[in-house]
């Protein structure tokens, strides 16, 4: 089971940013497409939060979800991240009643996948730890 879960959780990892937005939405359904302008903001939010992420403000926690590294940052960043996290939180909601794990567990073994993949000389916190830099 935790296979097959982490297996569903990659593939989430992968994707989270265009089935988040479809999920805040509640119109996510396999092969529906996604509004054009649904797909550029989540894009814009993308972009920002990746660009935070290279200058250090933004990081990838151990639960899943994306962190000030600095403590705070400029609004628009702020925004895009609560926009991306809500999402994720969507998409863990909607595993955990898939698959039968909690939300926290789903967030968890997602953010194993996304650790994973932080690129170096960006941050990430692992449950329990502190900012450090890849």
Known sequence: MVTRFLKRAARFALSAPLL????????VTAGVAIHPAIAAD???????VDTAK?????GEQGDGY???VTGSADPATIAAMQQ????????????A???GVSVAAAGEATAKL?????????F???LGGSWTRK
């Open 20 to 27: 988040a937005a479809a999920l805040v939405l509640g119109s």
């Open 42 to 48: 989540l894009a814009s939010a993308k972009a920002t």
């Open 54 to 58: 290279a200058q250090g403000t933004v």
């Open 66 to 68: 994306l962190g000030l």
């Open 84 to 95: 991306i996290n809500a999402g994720r939180a969507a998409v863990y909601r909607d595993t």
């Open 97 to 99: 009643s898939k698959t």
């Open 114 to 122: 996304l650790l994973a993949k932080v690129p170096a000389g960006q």
């Open 124 to 126: 990430y916190k692992p």
